[in-house]
Nanobody, 115 residues
């Protein structure tokens, strides 16, 4: 059964950094592009970043230059390094395959950027 588990969120001041991790069960995730998404209550989930099997990366305009996505296929893990965080980065962050996400989403990890 496919399972995604995100971790690493927390409370950080504006300008700070956080490193999110995602562990994916199921070997399929080592063979597909993976991405990070985020959701604010009352809004639709939005794309943040994607990384292909060959480590080609794509970012939303909102995070380009501040966030870095990486992956470790041997560990079925996807990482999101977030720097220069802003209050509007506050959201629940999820990982999943991208651009077509698997139906089974993980619980997400809360990121709050506030002074």
């Amino acid at each position: 059964q496919v399972q995604l588990v995100e971790s690493g969120g927390g409370l950080v001041q504006p300008g700070g950094s956080l490193r999110l991790s995602c562990t994916a069960s199921g070997s399929i995730f080592s063979r597909v592009p993976m991405g990070w998404y985020r959701q604010i209550p009352g809004k639709e989930r939005e794309f943040v970043a994607r990384i292909s099997n060959s480590n080609y990366t794509t970012y939303s305009d909102a995070v380009k230059g501040r966030f870095t996505i990486s992956r470790d296929n041997a560990k079925n893990m996807v990482i999101l390094q977030m720097n220069s965080l802003r209050p509007d980065d506050t959201a629940v962050y999820y990982c999943n395959s991208s651009p077509v996400p698997h139906p089974n989403w993980g619980p997400g990890t809360q990121v709050t950027v506030s002074s």
